[in-house]
């Protein structure tokens, strides 16, 4: 947070001549956008991970055949499983996005949660970056506010000397 641009490229804000109210209330605003962004971000990753599981599980079942009736445990919620068998290894929907499936084989399955996982990590990463912008600018308008109070002091106790150097004569 300069006094020209910030990161982004977008303009600024000057915070040296902010007063400590609108410091405080830019400070609570990067706080609670930094919290949002945490948020987000492990999201982001818990979401990397369950696309890990899948590409994982479909990568242990054998396609050769030897996969057919085997049983599995089909989820049906985050803690709620079905039996289940396998009528035909190399046949397996999945889930394009917005409740839009398609019937892969297992190694394009494994392709499609490839793809899946490396949007959500570059996402992450940009999130992460946001974040630690956001930190950034959050620990500057600490610092000013800082520096804010240390002026407001210093004339406090020049004030109080005055008078009292004025009060002795």
């Known amino acids: 947070m300069s006094s020209s641009a910030n990161e982004s490229g977008s303009a600024g804000i000057n915070i040296?001549?902010?007063?400590?109210?609108?410091?405080?209330?830019v400070k609570q605003q990067q706080e609670s956008r930094?919290?949002?962004?945490?948020?987000?971000?492990?999201?982001?990753?818990?979401?990397?991970?369950?696309?890990?599981?899948?590409?994982?599980?479909?990568?242990?079942?054998?396609?050769?055949g030897t996969g057919e009736g085997r049983?599995?445990?089909i989820p049906l919620t985050e803690s709620l499983y079905a039996p289940g068998k396998i009528v035909d290894p190399n046949k397996v929907l999945v889930e394009l996005g917005a409740g839009f499936f398609v019937e892969k084989s297992a190694k394009d399955a494994i392709k499609v949660l490839e793809r899946k996982g490396k949007v959500v990590d570059a996402n992450s990463d940009n999130v992460m970056a946001?974040?630690?912008a956001s930190s950034r600018n959050a620990?500057?308008?600490?610092?000013?506010m800082q520096g804010k109070i240390l002026?407001?002091?210093?004339?406090?106790?020049?004030?109080?000397y005055k008078n009292s150097i004025e009060g002795k004569q």
């Open 71 to 73: 049983e599995i445990m």
């Open 151 to 160: 002026e407001i002091q210093a004339r406090q106790q020049g004030m109080a």
């Open 34 to 64: 930094l919290e949002q962004l945490t948020a987000q971000y492990h999201q982001l990753r818990a979401v990397s991970a369950r696309l890990s599981t899948a590409r994982s599980s479909l990568q242990t079942i054998p396609v050769n």
């Open 139 to 144: 620990q500057a308008v600490q610092s000013a």
């Open 130 to 132: 946001a974040a630690e």
């Open 16 to 25: 040296d001549t902010m007063s400590l109210d609108q410091l405080n209330a």
